[in-house]
């Protein structure tokens, strides 16, 4: 009774710091808007030499990335949610919708806290970010970042890249469902989100990281393939790996308890995945996935199940 207490206790802290942390962003984004819409129109004349001009906020990019961030936060919650929570059997359906709203939340502190400043703050070996920007000092609501998004406010572009290390984060949730206490999920999820994603995401989009276009070698990542894709497809397969089989995998009935749900949620991913950046595949090794792969001759119908076609249209959504 003291554990579950205890979780509870968490859990309800968790969502009560995410929903504070989305009314603040909220607020920033009202700001954001409210700044960039009340900018003076240039004076009248041209002037006598013609200085390099200093990055100015449009609008329009301003208003479609909040739109993109909101976009690619329904891919998560209830998109992801929807998607994972009806491939588990009944009794974990709940837990397994859970992790994605929570990741929702804790990730979105962790983000505003340390995440954005070691993925985008100024580079330190080419490897991370430092922490001169933690708690989002120096990440300015009315000024952009020449070096991410001239023309949008600074803290716009935090946003919407605080969505991709959201759902990075979450796809992982389908590779260890019903085998992970709540916990558990809670200290890896942070973990890898502080030392995988962030170092990972400096490298291929940070400036100065060793892999991407911003100083490094010159690798295009539009849609997230190797910050996104790669790391969370891996990291759920290591997952699996590590944990082994369910228990009572083999003895019990572990058939999907709600394939509407599952459809529902594979369809939400991908009918907002031309969002830039275009992605919503679940990367992660989902629980549908390893019963597919492991049911002998389920492949050899001659018709696809509903299953099939849900994994499908999410994995080839993009």
């Not at 085998?179 to 400096?202: C, N, Q």
């Not at 969370?232 to 397969?237: E, R």
């Not at 549908?288 to 994994?311: K, Q, Y």
């Amino acid at each position: 009774m003291k554990t579950l207490l205890r979780q509870r206790v968490l859990v309800n802290l968790l969502m009560v710091l995410g929903i504070a942390a989305w009314m603040i962003l909220g607020i920033v984004a009202n700001g954001v808007m409210a700044q960039t819409t009340a900018q003076a129109p240039p004076a009248a004349g041209a002037p006598a030499a013609a200085p390099a001009p200093p990055p100015k906020i449009d609008t329009g990019d301003t208003a479609w990335v909040l739109t993109s961030s909101a976009l690619v936060l329904a891919m998560t919650a209830p998109g992801l949610a929807l998607f994972y929570g009806g491939m588990v059997r009944e009794k974990n359906a709940l837990g397994t919708i859970m992790h994605s709203f929570i990741i929702l939340c804790l990730i979105s502190v962790q983000w505003v806290l340390w995440g954005y400043s070691l993925a985008f703050g100024p580079d330190k070996g080419h490897i991370v970010g430092g922490l001169e920007w933690m708690g989002l000092a120096g990440v300015a609501m009315d000024q952009p970042n020449a070096d991410y998004a001239a023309t949008i406010p600074h803290q716009a572009y935090m946003i919407f890249q605080a969505m991709f290390a959201v759902i990075t984060v979450a796809l992982i949730s389908g590779a260890y469902a019903e085998r992970m206490k709540f916990s558990s999920f809670l200290v890896f999820s942070l973990l890898w989100a502080t030392f995988i994603y962030d170092p990972l995401a400096h490298w291929v989009w940070g400036k100065g990281g060793w892999i991407g276009t911003n100083g490094g070698l010159g690798a295009l990542d539009f849609a997230g393939g190797t910050v996104v894709h790669i790391s969370s497809g891996v990291s759920g397969l290591a997952c699996a790996l590590v944990l082994g089989r369910r228990l009572g995998y083999g003895k019990e009935h572990m058939a999907p308890h709600n394939l509407p749900m599952t459809v529902l949620g594979a369809w939400r991913n991908g009918s907002i995945a031309g969002s830039p950046p275009c992605w919503a595949r679940p990367a992660g090794p989902s629980p549908g996935w390893w019963r597919l792969h492991r049911r002998p001759g389920l492949w050899d119908r001659s018709r696809p199940s509903s299953l099939e076609w849900a994994l499908g249209f999410s994995a080839t959504s993009q």
